[in-house]
């Protein structure tokens, strides 16, 4: 059997995989990917939060889907649940952070074949269309056999091949795995009023229930998490009964809805590997974190897994799938990946929770969010970036100290003093 060998071993070809294999190749690594071509079938969207779309930006692929995106620059809150302690609204403008936008929203299928047709071109990049049907490590390459034919030797290889990813099974990683009793339905939909580029997630005791504009003005994404008995009974519904419960669940925020053709329905889990790195793999995207859909966190986390593990892999190029190297990958991700996936996944249960405590805390966090304009910004920047909240903060605070300085200094010159 012929191996080839090569300095990085992306699986999967998904968002996260086509990716991380443009980043690695634009870091000057040789890199082999392995997955199949990119379908069209995919009729969810996703939001894009800035640093992302500047990671996309420098990997030449934004400008091709500019046209095809939505700018978010307005995100709300809305507690439609109708238990007895109730949240107030919270709206989150990106102005209010000095940004234009929080990010884009855009289609998947849109995503992946401008993802697809930069690997394609690019010259650094092997694409085998097929699957890994085995993985072997020798303790300085992982080795995958190809289900068609031959064999791909690396220095690292990066498990981008979603949720189940064998790769992260056959390097030994041990995974938590927790199956919600929720579904997710995914459509499209139109609308009579302007959707002004806000987004607005409504909170419901079966969870979320996440409009996001599309480009035109008068079209959005739907994602609308339910008990998989709800989901299978929306799906089987006529087009004008389904847009009359779309409708309804918005409380008529766009006016008259009608959704369009194509609708999916996904089941709702979260999965926590126990560490992100070992034998020669480094885990990225839904190999590293699945959790429910809230707070445009999913893709916008997996394109910093990979901005990070490019970044120490180009510092050790000698050896980039080194023991060293895993250990840093794993010290740097986790504790963002702990903090996203755990408040996701602890809001998720206090929407399902009928618990008062847990309602009251919900509510109490979020009038916070919506009465503190100081702590909703440091909110927003987290957000977008981690730490770029609290560098704001400190940034503030020594601005603060500064013109506190200046104004002392005034007041010591000749002239400013008491006679």
Same mark, same amino acid.
């Given at each position: 059997?012929?191996?080839?060998?090569?300095?990085?071993?992306?699986?999967?070809?998904?968002?996260?995989?086509?990716?991380?294999?443009?980043?690695?190749?634009?870091?000057?690594?040789?890199?082999?990917?392995?997955?199949?071509?990119?379908?069209?079938?995919?009729?969810?969207?996703?939001?894009?939060?800035?640093?992302?779309?500047?990671?996309?930006?420098?990997?030449? *692929?934004?400008?091709?889907?500019?046209?095809?995106?939505?700018?978010?620059?307005?995100?709300?809150?809305?507690?439609?649940?109708?238990?007895?302690?109730?949240?107030?609204?919270?709206?989150?403008?990106?102005?209010?952070?000095?940004?234009?936008? %929080?990010? #884009?929203?855009?289609?998947?299928?849109?995503?992946? =074949?401008?993802?697809?047709?930069? $690997?394609?071109?690019?010259?650094?990049?092997?694409?085998?269309?097929?699957?890994?049907?085995?993985?072997?490590?020798?303790?300085?390459?992982?080795?995958?056999?190809?289900?068609?034919? !031959?064999?791909?030797?690396?220095?690292?290889?990066?498990?981008?091949?979603?949720?189940?990813?064998?790769?992260?099974?056959?390097?030994?990683?041990?995974?938590?795995?927790?199956?919600?009793?929720?579904?997710?339905?995914?459509?499209?939909?139109?609308?009579?009023?302007?959707?002004?580029?806000?987004?607005?997630?409504?909170?419901?005791?079966?969870?979320?229930?996440?409009?996001?504009?599309?480009?035109?003005?008068?079209?959005?994404?739907?994602?609308? $998490?339910?008990? =998989?008995?709800?989901?299978?009974?929306?799906?089987?519904?006529?087009?004008?009964?389904?847009?009359?419960? $779309?409708?309804?669940?918005?409380?008529?925020?766009?006016?008259?809805?009608? *959704?369009?053709?194509?609708?999916?329905?996904?089941?709702?889990?979260?999965?926590?590997?126990?560490?992100?790195?070992?034998?020669?793999?480094?885990?990225?995207?839904?190999?590293?974190?699945? %959790?429910?859909?809230? !707070?445009?966190?999913?893709?916008?986390?997996?394109?910093?897994?990979?901005?990070?593990?490019?970044?120490?892999? !180009?510092?050790?190029?000698?050896?980039?799938?080194?023991?060293?190297?895993?250990?840093?990958?794993?010290?740097?991700?986790?504790?963002?990946?702990?903090?996203?996936?755990?408040? $996701?996944? @602890?809001?998720?249960?206090?929407?399902?929770?009928?618990? #008062? +405590?847990?309602?009251?805390?919900?509510?109490?966090?979020?009038? @916070?969010?919506?009465?503190?304009?100081? #702590?909703?910004?440091? %909110?927003?920047?987290?957000?977008?970036?981690?730490?770029?909240?609290?560098?704001?903060?400190?940034?503030?605070?020594?601005?603060?100290?500064?013109?506190?300085?200046? *104004?002392?200094?005034?007041?010591?010159? +000749?002239?400013? !003093?008491?006679?």
């Amino acid at each position: 059997m012929e191996t080839q060998e090569t300095d990085i071993l992306i699986a999967g070809s998904g968002p996260a995989g086509l990716a991380a294999a443009l980043a690695f190749a634009h870091a000057g690594f040789e890199v082999v990917l392995v997955g199949p071509p990119a379908t069209a079938t995919d009729r969810r969207t996703t939001a894009l939060m800035n640093p992302a779309l500047a990671m996309l930006d420098r990997l030449g *692929v934004l400008e091709s889907l500019n046209e095809q995106a939505a700018p978010l620059r307005i995100m709300r809150i809305v507690d439609a649940t109708t238990r007895l302690i109730r949240s107030p609204t919270v709206t989150f403008h990106a102005g209010e952070i000095g940004e234009e936008r %929080f990010g #884009l929203n855009m289609p998947n299928a849109a995503l992946v =074949p401008a993802l697809s047709a930069a $690997v394609e071109a690019h010259p650094g990049i092997a694409w085998h269309k097929t699957t890994v049907s085995a993985w072997t490590f020798d303790g300085t390459h992982a080795v995958a056999t190809l289900a068609g034919g !031959g064999a791909v030797s690396a220095s690292l290889a990066v498990a981008a091949d979603g949720r189940l990813s064998p790769a992260r099974e056959a390097a030994g990683i041990r995974t938590t795995v927790h199956a919600y009793r929720q579904a997710a339905l995914v459509l499209n939909f139109e609308h009579r009023s302007d959707h002004a580029f806000t987004s607005t997630e409504f909170h419901t005791e079966t969870g979320p229930f996440t409009q996001v504009p599309l480009p035109g003005g008068h079209r959005s994404s739907l994602v609308w $998490v339910v008990r =998989p008995q709800t989901a299978d009974e929306l799906v089987a519904l006529d087009d004008a009964e389904l847009s009359g419960r $779309v409708e309804a669940q918005m409380q008529s925020m766009l006016g008259r809805v009608t *959704v369009e053709p194509g609708r999916q329905v996904y089941p709702l889990s979260a999965a926590s590997p126990h560490r992100f790195a070992r034998n020669r793999v480094a885990l990225v995207g839904e190999a590293a974190h699945v %959790f429910p859909p809230i !707070g445009a966190q999913g893709l916008n986390l997996g394109m910093r897994d990979i901005s990070d593990l490019v970044d120490i892999a !180009g510092k050790n190029k000698d050896d980039p799938g080194s023991a060293r190297v895993l250990a840093a990958y794993d010290f740097r991700r986790r504790p963002d990946i702990l903090a996203r996936s755990g408040a $996701v996944n @602890l809001l998720n249960m206090s929407l399902l929770s009928d618990f #008062l +405590p847990a309602q009251v805390a919900r509510g109490a966090g979020l009038a @916070l969010l919506g009465g503190l304009p100081p #702590l909703r910004a440091f %909110f927003m920047r987290e957000g977008l970036h981690p730490g770029s909240g609290f560098a704001a903060l400190v940034g503030g605070l020594r601005e603060k100290v500064r013109r506190q300085d200046a *104004v002392a200094d005034q007041v010591e010159q +000749p002239g400013h !003093g008491r006679h």
